[in-house]
């Protein structure tokens, strides 16, 4: 294998057409053949590389091929699955063996099946997700040497490295059913990331930093990635120790994306219809301060979790989840909006990108001074986190302020509370969201918490 | 034990244009005078699962997956590709791809192999070949019936069962030729019980390198039930966790999980050749209290985390991590053990083929102490008794580490008195493992049901210990 160019391993897989659509309609008139009342396949094929460095060094290079394809079929409302990673011909007909197999020791539950075939997708936009990356592995090595440099040069406390690496992914995935739905996608993925180590007297401290997009011209310089992730670990030095006690928390844009992902994931289906949410039966009802919405825009032009049809075939569509602080929609796939007697929202497989609006965004030190004096977190730990009754108690990394301004580094301490309580007491939302992940969020102020620390009450 | 690595060939191979001289061939065109080794991992694994909820079974799925990873290493670089076709088409590219960290030239050598002849530590038996669909479905049904049987307020039941059979064949050009069969089964029961509009969940579950009718032998799947149901209802009862630091104890078995967090990363070899573990240089000092001894066990019989062989074809071994509070070393892989100049431990672990391998731990816990469970409980006047976890996870370069109880108790005056919510636990390794000032009799491993995650791959693995305290430990928790 010639590895000069490395795109001509990603490229050709973000072509549409081929062997793909053939094999999946193979399947379907297979399952057709068997007698059952419905069967949809998905098959996805992968590929790419990544280079990792460390200390100025090449550590590994790896290359990535991957191929899956999963059949489900459906028989007198019984449902059966089965996978493999081996297309040919054989192995395919024993999956879907096993499928049907399943199919009749599972009971039958009416709520299963397809997806209404006129909710099928029709339109398909144009996303612009596919843009391989023409490097060779040479430069691809010498980037990201040069980001892991430049970080490690930035400040003589930033005393080793866990390395530097630069990954570049391109993948097609198709979707097929019995209503004789087709749809296909494709997309490319670059990143460049970089964790370093500082140390002072009192020991370690690592950070990190990364930066990911569709396109490769979309990435930040990976110099300014090394340079980041340095001074994000030196920003760790000197810890000192905060009171125990309730005092406004501060979740930076890459922790806030998690804490509404809680959101989506309590509005999800799957939690609601299995009474696991705590915000079961809160369609319509106010859960966040009326100046903030969530809204999803699935056909958003060269983002990260765009797609014109969910994992069932069913068309995206733009639309409120929270508007103006009350919850507008549910997140269900078919199964799940039959078990609650509603329709499908297109979100079988998940979300496809997710923004927090605000009537109001404001910069960092806006955000601090309003804060006063709490707590900026910077890195959540553990799984804490029940959305059952919205329970919330994580491990935290971050920074202290007074008087509206950083005063030092902390860590070894908890913040706690409830969710429902956490998101109506959101008093404020930042200006720095990052137009390029899939949550697309600013950092989030919330007005209390409970934080413990080493220091008792 | 050859028949283990014949079986494992012929799982591996069967079917393929590919056959042990075609494999060294392979191999060898791994080689270049700079390649210090040469691999290729063979796997080929099936898996099955089956879901019950409300009260029916609701979907079951059947999965197939083989590849091979091609691997070649110089000094502390290494090269890898892999494909999910065995075949030697899509073989011989992979192997060139993976050789390309080094200059290519003549072909470097390959030892003479010799076989790995390990006892067996488990059945090998098919646990996805031993009991039909039917009698599978039936032990689900029961388990759903029997957790809601005993109790009312028990509103939502979902019951997993999972598994797997895996066959590993690995040639390397250091000589090593082995062959592995491993079955892996685990049964999760989940339940949700309502009381006043207040809902709360209770999970519990096991299982092992077994055959899925040991889940029905001693009722194990009906006492997963019953402790599914009783920690359900007793999160209705929990009151708020205090917040702050307090004396901790944990109760025996799952609570190991501190151990996995708290130390175990930390001592993979991986990051202490890099210096980047808060152990790092530290083998011969003092990491904890005089009570702790610590072991890394993958020769188990039976259990999730063991190993007859790692994926580099190393036998798995027991290691002493800790003695008497004293760092004794680190796990090791292949790579890492030759790097730091140390003895290869058998904790090279991969989640596949297509995933590079890298120290892990197999089953990890702490040697029993001499006190009465009770005698440690009666010796806290004010803390919180912690007899069940969710996960942890830890900043290995920090030392920091959290874990989440599922289920706790307030200890006043010596007795646990009411439950309380659950509450992350948070604590820098080495500083928390000083401060166990007591260690019980009671040491217990956990059900069976662990896995664990590194650099986005998961092993199954292990945890135990006796029940232990910790003078001091924050509780996240609200209450004031």
Redesign the interface.
């Given at each position: 294998?010639p590895?000069n160019s490395l795109d001509q391993l990603t490229a050709p897989l973000c072509e549409t057409g081929g062997e793909l659509p053939h094999l999946a309609e193979t399947i379907i008139a297979a399952a057709r053949r068997k007698g059952v009342d419905a069967a949809e396949v998905s098959i996805s094929k992968g590929a790419g590389y990544s280079i990792s460095v460390?200390m100025g060094?090449?550590?590994?290079?790896?290359?990535?091929?991957?191929?899956?394809c999963g059949i489900t079929v459906y028989s007198n409302h019984c449902?059966?699955?089965?996978?493999?990673?081996?297309l040919r011909a054989a192995?395919l007909d024993?999956?879907l063996d096993?499928?049907y197999?399943?199919a009749?020791?599972?009971?039958?539950?009416t709520c299963h099946g397809l997806a209404d075939a006129a909710l099928m997708a029709k339109e398909f936009p144009e996303l612009d997700l596919v843009s391989a990356w023409p490097i060779s592995?040479n430069h691809a090595t010498q980037l990201a040497l040069a980001c892991e440099d430049a970080g490690r040069r930035l400040d003589a406390r930033i005393v080793?490295s866990?390395g530097a690496s630069l990954s570049s992914y391109g993948g097609r995935s198709l979707y097929a059913n019995s209503h004789g739905f087709m749809g296909e996608t494709s997309g490319t993925s670059h990143s460049i990331g970089c964790a370093l180590?500082a140390e002072d007297e009192a020991?370690?401290?690592?950070d990190y930093w990364y930066t990911s997009a569709r396109r490769a011209e979309l990435l930040d310089p990976a110099e300014t990635v090394g340079v980041r992730a340095a001074e994000r670990a030196v920003a760790?030095l000197g810890a000192a120790t905060p009171p125990?006690?309730?005092c406004p928390v501060l979740f930076e844009p890459e922790v806030a994306s998690g804490l509404l992902g809680s959101i989506t994931g309590a509005l999800s289906g799957g939690l609601l219809y299995?009474?696991?949410s705590f915000l079961e039966g809160s369609l319509g009802e106010v859960i966040m301060p009326a100046w903030l919405s969530l809204v999803e825009r699935p056909h958003l032009a060269r983002a990260a979790a765009s797609a014109s049809f969910d994992t069932e075939g069913v068309q995206t569509r733009d639309k409120y989840i929270v508007e103006d602080g009350r919850v507008a929609s549910y997140l269900l796939s078919s199964y799940s909006a039959r078990r609650l007697a509603m329709e499908t929202t297109g979100n079988a497989g998940g979300i496809h990108n997710l923004i927090l609006e605000a009537n109001e965004y404001k910069n960092r030190s806006a955000l601090l001074a309003q804060m006063g004096r709490g707590l900026v977190v910077r890195?959540l730990?553990?799984?804490?986190v029940?959305l059952?009754?919205g329970?919330y108690?994580?491990?935290v990394?971050g920074f202290w302020v007074e008087n509206g301004v950083i005063a030092y580094p902390v860590?070894?301490?908890?913040?706690?509370?409830?969710l429902r309580d956490m998101l109506k007491g959101i008093a404020a939302v930042g200006e720095d969201a990052d137009p390029r992940r899939r949550v697309r969020t600013g950092s989030i102020l919330i007005d209390s918490m409970?934080?413990?620390?080493?220091?008792?009450? | 034990m050859s028949e283990i690595f014949e079986t494992a060939a012929e799982d591996c191979l069967d079917g393929t244009d590919l056959d042990m001289s075609r494999c060294e061939n392979l191999l060898a065109g791994l080689m270049a005078p700079e390649v210090d080794a040469g691999e290729l991992f063979f796997q080929r694994e099936r898996q099955l699962s089956w879901l019950l909820e409300e009260g029916k079974i609701k979907e079951g799925s059947f999965a197939v997956s083989g590849g091979v990873g091609a691997r070649a290493m110089s000094g502390e670089k290494t090269g890898f590709a892999y494909v999910d076709d065995i075949a030697w088409d899509s073989l011989k590219p992979a192997t060139a791809a993976a050789r390309a960290i080094a200059r290519s030239g003549a072909s470097g050598r390959v030892a003479g192999f010799e076989k790995e002849s390990g006892e067996p530590i488990h059945s090998l038996s098919d646990p996805i070949a031993g009991m039909n669909n039917e009698q599978r479905v039936d032990m689900l049904k029961r388990v759903d019936a029997y957790a809601r049987s005993l109790d009312p307020r028990i509103v939502k039941v979902t019951v997993g069962l999972h598994a797997v059979q895996e066959s590993i064949l690995v040639l390397c050009s250091d000589g090593t030729l082995s062959g592995d069969v491993r079955p892996l089964i685990r049964m999760n029961v989940g339940v949700i019980a309502e009381q006043n509009g207040r809902r709360e969940r209770g999970n519990a579950g096991g299982g092992g390198r077994r055959e899925i009718s040991w889940l029905l032998e001693e009722h194990r799947c009906d006492q997963f039930a019953r402790e599914a149901v009783r920690l359900a209802l007793l999160n209705l009862e929990a009151v708020d966790a205090p917040a702050g630091p307090m004396p901790v104890v944990l109760g025996p078995g799952w609570p190991g999980v501190l151990l996995h967090e708290a130390v175990g990363h930390g001592l993979e070899g991986d990051f202490n050749r890099k210096g980047t573990s808060a152990f790092s240089g530290r083998i011969g000092t003092k990491v904890a209290s005089s009570l702790c001894t610590v072991v890394d066990d993958a020769t188990l019989a039976d259990r999730r985390g063991s190993l007859r062989i790692d994926d580099e074809g190393t036998p798995g071994q027991r290691t002493v991590l800790i003695e008497n509070g004293v760092l004794q070393g680190y796990l090791t892989d292949k790579l890492n053990a030759k790097l730091l100049q140390a003895d290869c431990t058998g904790n090279g672990r991969r989640e596949s083929y297509s995933h590079l391998p890298m120290p892990r731990m197999t089953n990890t816990f702490m040697l029993p102490g001499a006190h009465e469970p009770e005698e440690i409980l009666k010796s806290v006047k004010r803390g919180i008794y912690a007899v069940n976890f969710g996960g942890g996870q830890v900043d290995i370069t920090s030392g920091q580490f959290v874990f989440s109880t599922t289920e706790a108790w307030l200890i006043e005056d010596g007795r646990p008195t009411c439950p309380v919510k659950g509450a992350t636990l948070i604590g820098m390794g080495a500083d928390v493992m000083q401060r166990v000032s007591m260690v019980g009799n009671d040491l217990k491993l956990d059900s069976g049901v662990g896995v664990c995650g590194k650099e986005g791959q998961s092993v199954p693995v292990g945890v135990g210990q006796p029940t232990l305290k910790v003078d001091d430990i924050i509780v996240g928790g609200t209450a004031h």
């Open positions: 294998m590895i460390r060094e090449v550590e590994t290079t790896e290359f990535h091929q991957d191929v899956s449902k059966g699955s089965a996978s493999t990673s081996d192995s024993e999956t096993a499928a197999d399943i009749r020791y599972a009971q039958p539950d592995l080793n866990e180590l020991g370690m401290r690592r760790r125990t006690g309730p299995r009474h696991e890195e730990m553990g799984q804490g029940n059952v009754n329970d108690s994580r491990g990394a860590q070894e301490i908890t913040i706690a509370g409830n409970m934080v413990a620390t080493p220091e008792s009450l | -």
